[in-house]
């Protein structure tokens, strides 16, 4: 189950939101640790001056009945284009101990139906090359290659 992150939550989404990116950032670029962790730290802001309640981000918990309790197994976020009826996934992670048990799917396919119910067509998002569970993940409900990030460091 999808349901809006509260303000309460956001310093724990922050909190792995900073170190995940900072760790893509420190092996996509080839960028120290400390520049990236500052990186990443300045992109969150940016994305959420104002926390959860940042106008044109959607930050949801990914909910899921775990041994009888409710818990947060993860989180999705994403922004809506309306001019083009998109949607671009930004970041979707569910927790290490809760992987391979279908919340994944199952998380996409309810923001699908809800996106879908709001007059968006199309889902778009990025993925790392090395992160193969989320790439066969994307691949299984649907989705296509459109593209290739590449880069080039010169020295």
Known sequence: MLRKMRQEEFLSYRDYFIADYSQEISLNYSRTMADSVSIAEQDLLRSFPDGVESKGQELVCIEAKVAGQIIVVGYLWYTINIEDQTAFICDFYITEPHRSKQFGRHAMSELEEQLKNNGIHQIKLRVAYYNK?????????????????????IV
């Open 133 to 153: 569970r989320a790439f066969a993940l994307y691949e299984k409900i649907g989705f296509v290659v459109t593209g290739y990030n590449m880069s080039k460091n």
